[in-house]
């Protein structure tokens, strides 16, 4: 159960394989608004989670959600037509996305 206190921006999630490797997400957005501005993602070279999965899919299950966020090695910033894209899917703000199942996986 939550303490009631907003986050605050950025908004930061790590995920580690099972010999220490990271993914991460980072959400920057907009305090007084709480719209997303933008995304980082970072991992770990070798690192066995190549996705960022948010919320399930139809079937219950986080692999197949239609919110995943492929995290290629090292840092990348998503471009304003990936965050958009994931706008028409229901995440446009933080809100959004800590409201739902976030984890790393395949």
Same mark, same amino acid.
């Not at 930061?12 to 394989?17: H, I, L, R, S, W």
């Not at 800590?98 to 984890?103: F, P, V």
């Given at each position: 159960m939550g303490t009631g206190v907003?986050?605050?921006s950025p908004w930061?999630?790590? !995920?580690? +394989?099972y010999v220490g490797r990271a993914v991460r997400i980072t959400v920057? !957005? %907009?305090e007084a608004t709480r719209a /997303?501005?933008?995304i980082t993602t970072y991992r770990d070279a070798g690192c066995l989670f190549p %996705? #960022?999965?948010i919320g399930l899919g139809t +079937?219950? #299950?986080p692999d197949s959600t239609d919110k995943a966020i492929a995290v290629p090695e090292g840092t990348t910033i998503l471009t304003n037509q990936r965050i958009n894209q994931? *706008?028409?899917r229901g995440l446009s703000t933080i809100e959004d996305i800590? *409201?739902?199942? /976030?984890?790393a996986g395949r």
């Open positions: 907003p986050v605050t930061v999630q790590e !995920f580690t +394989d920057t !957005f %907009n /997303i501005t933008g %996705n #960022i999965l +079937d219950g #299950i994931l *706008a028409t800590t *409201a739902l199942n /976030i984890t």
